[in-house]
C-alpha cells in the first residue's frame, strides 16, 4: 500500500472519506471517476429548443460533459452535502464550454440565481460560487473575463428537480429579474448553472436579462442531462400555453 493509499485509509477510518463519485473509499474523489469529471465540451441545445433561446438572436447552450455517472453524483455531492474540496474540479469543468465557444471581448458570467430556500438549506450560492472560481481561472489563462450576480428571484419556486418539463416552465416562467439595472458595459454575457436539462431555469434567465437590453451571448453549463424522448410534445403544449401568455403572473 503507497503512501497516498494509507492516507486515504486513515481518512476513510476517522472522516469517512468517500469518492464523490462512485461512494469508494477516496479523498474526494478516486482515481476511476476523475477522468469523468474532465470537460468535454459540446453544443447542448434542449430537445424540444425553448423559443426564447432561437430569437431574436440564437443563444448557443455549451456543456462540459453528460449528466451521469460520477459527474452526476459529484454536483449532487457539491450542492447538496456541501463538498467544498469539488470546487476546483467542477469550476475547470465550467470554464471549459466558456473556452470552447470562442465567446470574444470581455464577458461576464451572470450565474443563475439559487433560490432563497436552497441558499438558506446549504449555507451559501453554489452557482454564484462556481462562476467565481471558473472567472477566475479564466482570467489566469488570460481571458478578460468577470462575474455578477446580476439575477434574483421576484417570487418564490418550487424546486425543479422533482418537477415534470411542464411544470418547470410553469414554476420559473417570469420568476427572475434583474436586480441592478446598471450593468457593466461593453461585456458580454454569459449565463451560467450547474446542469441543463430542459432549458427552462437558463430561458428564464435569458428573459430576464433580454427584458432590460442585455441579451446574453450564450450559456455554460457543467452538465446536460441526456434528452428523454417522450417529454417533447409535453413541452411544445407548454409552448404554446406561453405564446398566449397564460402563465406569465
Ligand atoms: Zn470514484
Same mark, same amino acid.
Given at each position: 500500500?503507497?503512501?497516498?493509499?494509507?492516507?486515504?485509509?486513515?481518512?476513510?477510518?476517522?472522516?469517512? +472519506?468517500?469518492? +464523490?463519485?462512485?461512494?469508494?473509499?477516496?479523498?474526494?474523489?478516486?482515481?476511476?471517476?476523475? *477522468?469523468?469529471?474532465?470537460?468535454?465540451? %459540446?453544443? +447542448?441545445?434542449? =430537445? *424540444?429548443? &425553448? +423559443?426564447? /433561446?432561437?430569437?431574436?438572436?440564437?443563444?448557443?447552450?455549451?456543456?462540459?460533459?453528460?449528466?451521469?455517472? &460520477? /459527474?452526476?453524483?459529484?454536483?449532487?455531492? %457539491?450542492?447538496?452535502?456541501? =463538498? $467544498?474540496?469539488?470546487?476546483?474540479?467542477?469550476?475547470?469543468?465550467?470554464?471549459?464550454?466558456?473556452?470552447?465557444?470562442? $465567446?470574444?471581448?470581455?464577458?461576464?458570467?451572470?450565474?443563475? &440565481? #439559487?433560490? *432563497?430556500?436552497?441558499?438558506?438549506?446549504?449555507?451559501?450560492?453554489?452557482?454564484? =460560487?462556481?462562476?467565481?472560481?471558473?472567472?477566475?481561472?479564466?482570467?489566469?489563462?488570460?481571458?478578460?473575463?468577470?462575474?455578477?450576480?446580476?439575477?434574483?428571484?421576484?417570487?418564490?419556486?418550487?424546486?425543479?428537480?422533482?418537477?415534470?418539463?411542464?411544470?418547470?416552465?410553469?414554476?420559473?416562467?417570469?420568476? $427572475?429579474?434583474?436586480?441592478?439595472?446598471?450593468?457593466?458595459?461593453?461585456?458580454?454575457? !454569459?449565463?451560467?448553472?450547474?446542469?441543463?436539462?430542459?432549458?427552462?431555469?437558463? #430561458?428564464?434567465? !435569458?428573459?430576464?436579462?433580454?427584458?432590460?437590453?442585455?441579451?446574453?451571448?450564450?450559456?455554460?453549463?457543467?452538465?446536460?442531462?441526456?434528452?428523454?424522448?417522450?417529454?417533447?410534445?409535453? !413541452?411544445?403544449? =407548454?409552448?404554446?400555453?406561453?405564446?398566449?401568455?397564460?402563465?406569465?403572473?
Amino acid at each position: 500500500m503507497g503512501s497516498r493509499d494509507w492516507g486515504v485509509a486513515a481518512a476513510d477510518l476517522i472522516l469517512g +472519506a468517500v469518492c +464523490a463519485g462512485c461512494g469508494r473509499p477516496a479523498l474526494t474523489l478516486c482515481d476511476e471517476c476523475v *477522468p469523468y469529471l474532465v470537460a468535454s465540451a %459540446f453544443v +447542448a441545445w434542449p =430537445q *424540444p429548443t &425553448p +423559443a426564447g /433561446l432561437l430569437s431574436p438572436t440564437p443563444i448557443t447552450p455549451v456543456a462540459a460533459g453528460r449528466y451521469v455517472g &460520477p /459527474l452526476r453524483s459529484a454536483l449532487s455531492c %457539491f450542492k447538496e452535502e456541501g =463538498q $467544498f474540496g469539488l470546487l476546483p474540479v467542477l469550476s475547470r469543468m465550467l470554464a471549459a464550454p466558456v473556452r470552447f465557444a470562442e $465567446f470574444h471581448g470581455p464577458l461576464l458570467l451572470v450565474p443563475v &440565481p #439559487s433560490s *432563497p430556500g436552497a441558499k438558506r438549506r446549504r449555507g451559501y450560492d453554489a452557482i454564484d =460560487q462556481l462562476a467565481r472560481s471558473s472567472a477566475l481561472l479564466l482570467r489566469k489563462d488570460g481571458v478578460d473575463c468577470r462575474t455578477r450576480q446580476l439575477l434574483r428571484h421576484r417570487r418564490a419556486v418550487e424546486d425543479q428537480s422533482g418537477l415534470s418539463a411542464v411544470d418547470r416552465w410553469r414554476n420559473l416562467h417570469g420568476a $427572475f429579474e434583474v436586480r441592478e439595472k446598471r450593468i457593466l458595459s461593453g461585456r458580454s454575457i !454569459v449565463v451560467v448553472d450547474d446542469i441543463l436539462t430542459t432549458g427552462a431555469t437558463a #430561458s428564464e434567465a !435569458v428573459r430576464a436579462l433580454t427584458k432590460v437590453g442585455h441579451r446574453p451571448l450564450g450559456i455554460a453549463v457543467i452538465a446536460a442531462t441526456a434528452r428523454k424522448p417522450g417529454r417533447a410534445r409535453e !413541452v411544445e403544449k =407548454q409552448g404554446a400555453v406561453e405564446k398566449q401568455g397564460a402563465v406569465e403572473k
